[in-house]
């Protein structure tokens, strides 16, 4: 019995360490494929940024790097995954169509071929690229890269005056990233350096911007894909990234600013949903559950488990239509009308409360239908068919393209903070399909809603320590067995057999 314990003890310590040694840190969050099955079962103040007192609504930057109505339509939609623009990137200038996502940090391209795009980067071509000898991976929720570091010049034809020298990471092969049909060869994160790989010390895109041409550290975003089929390639979605500030002319209203909670991702704090008028009343913290962010990379709407379950019975008890099929709120189904037919009646609106700078308020951003129950594609010109723009998550809520498209937003990483403001393009059959209001009083949820998530340096810190708890482990019982557990006869002397481990590790 006695030797049996040795060997059961090893093997249970030696497969705990094991475990623990390989956590690693992933950045979740990234494209939506949108693979569905189609389903014709259905029948059916301090607050308030006023434009005349806010800096960033200044049409040009003072030190005349920057012309904002420049920048004004430099984005292009792809079928419900992303918005890319054009980059000149090496010298000569090669163009290539880069992916705006504010959910991660790395610069990367497509520096290999690829059977999904029509062109790549080809650094052997580029007199001033410099490989920087290290090797870099990034992993998404769905798909991945590989590909090893460098730097290069490049230069935005729509964008800030000036040429910058960045870090670039070449891709030279993926899985699952780069999808049928993408117009986009790269992507530009546009988050802070923590998330960079692989290590802080990579300096991300607009960091180098700011440096290097001296522009305030502000960005902006309006997304202009508000009630477009996703099917509509003749005349796909526009929208604008404004490098160094805010145009005052892509939105209407005041502009609502939300503290930024960590700097990582764009993590702000969520108070509550209503779907309807109706409160989920769940605890703050459900809500920020890991972490709230705000996600240009993501098509979706992405909530935690407990609330996407939440806001699903609720929009079933409120919507006009009892029937659907799992499949559709799980986003494995299309719900189908006769076309020219429009669902959106059918639903109610759904309502996000943010935190205020000032922290005792909250303001209200909500989306119409329209925004949520997005049009697809048309079966047999009969039929036009949708899917559900809000989907369950396991690293947090994610405020993705779905709701990005109703405003025009700010990143004003100067001040830490991102502002939503009512988008000049938020409108679809003469509708607007988004609003905003507040403030409204904090007084009845928690000072502090952020769910506690762990920062990647802390999760190495507990991974490396782990480890090192396991080898000091392995360590003794390593001297156990090269002592091994001993069986005795009556007469008190030590058999040979005493350790078959011992035998076999000789």
Same mark, same amino acid.
């Given at each position: ?17 094991? %475990? ?14 949108? =693979? ?69 940090? *790395? ?14 980067? *080809? ?53 699952? /990233? ?18 960079? =790989? ?38 796909? !979605? ?37 779907? %309807? ?10 809500? *920020?559950?890991?972490? !709230? ?14 609330? /996407? ?53 909250? /303001? ?22 949708? =899917? ?6 396991? *690293? ?10 109703? /405003? ?7 001040? =830490? ?27 009845? @949820? ?26 000091? @482990? ?26 078959? @481990? ?5």
């Amino acid at each position: 019995m006695a030797d049996g314990s040795c060997v059961l003890v090893w093997a249970v310590a030696f497969s705990l360490c094991v %475990g623990v040694s390989k956590c690693y840190y992933t950045i979740p969050l990234k494209i939506y494929t949108g =693979r569905f099955n189609s389903s014709t079962d259905l029948d059916l103040t301090s607050l308030q940024q006023t434009p005349g007192g806010n800096v960033l609504s200044l049409a040009s930057d003072p030190a005349g790097q920057v012309n904002f109505l420049d920048m004004v339509g430099n984005l292009l939609g792809d079928s419900g995954r992303g918005y890319y623009m054009e980059m000149s990137i090496g010298t000569p200038g090669q163009k290539l169509n880069i992916l705006v996502d504010t959910g991660s940090s *790395n610069f990367a391209v497509a520096a290999a071929p690829h059977t999904f795009i029509t062109h790549y980067f *080809n650094t052997e071509l580029s007199s001033t690229y410099q490989s920087a000898g290290r090797a870099v991976a990034v992993r998404y929720t769905q798909g991945n890269w590989e590909g090893e570091l460098g730097t290069d010049r490049i230069s935005i034809p729509k964008g800030p005056n000036g040429t910058i020298t960045i870090n670039i990471a070449a891709i030279l092969s993926s899985d699952g /990233f780069f999808l049928p049909g993408v117009n986009w060869q790269g992507i530009l994160g546009l988050a802070y350096p923590m998330l960079a =790989r692989p290590d802080s010390t990579v300096e991300p895109f607009f960091n180098s911007m700011v440096r290097q041409l001296g522009i305030p550290d502000v960005f902006s975003l309006q997304m202009c894909g508000a009630g477009l089929s996703a099917s509509n390639t003749a005349d796909p !979605a526009g929208g604008s990234l404004i490098m160094g500030g805010a145009e005052p002319t892509l939105y209407q209203g005041p502009m609502w600013y939300t503290p930024i909670k960590e700097e990582w991702y764009y993590q702000v704090e969520v108070l509550k949903l209503e779907v %309807g008028e109706q409160n989920l009343n769940l605890d703050c913290r459900e809500y *920020n559950m890991d972490k !709230a962010i705000v996600d240009s990379g993501t098509t979706l709407l992405r909530l935690p488990v407990n609330v /996407f379950n939440a806001v699903v019975e609720a929009i079933t008890h409120t919507s006009l239509i009892q029937d659907f099929s799992s499949g559709f709120w799980a986003g494995t189904k299309l719900a189908c009308w006769m076309k020219g037919e429009t669902p959106w009646r059918f639903f109610p609106k759904l309502s996000i409360y943010l935190r205020a700078t000032n922290t005792s308020q909250s /303001f209200r951003i909500t989306i119409l239908p329209q925004l949520y129950i997005q049009a697809i594609t048309d079966v047999d010109g009969t039929l036009d068919c949708f =899917r559900f723009g809000v989907s369950s998550s396991a *690293n947090g809520l994610v405020i993705g393209a779905t709701v990005m498209e109703g /405003f025009y937003v700010v990143f004003d990483r100067a001040q =830490r903070r991102v502002g939503f403001a009512l988008s000049t393009c938020a409108v679809s059959g003469g509708v607007a399909v988004s609003e905003i209001a507040g403030p409204f009083s904090a007084a009845d @949820v928690a000072a502090d809603c952020s769910g506690g998530a762990l920062k990647e340096p802390l999760l190495w810190v507990i991974s490396y320590t782990l480890m090192a708890v396991c080898a000091l @482990v392995l360590l003794i019982l390593l001297l156990l067995l090269v002592l091994p557990c001993r069986r005795r006869h009556h007469s008190g002397e030590i058999t040979d057999e005493s350790s078959l @481990v011992r035998h076999r590790i000789k």
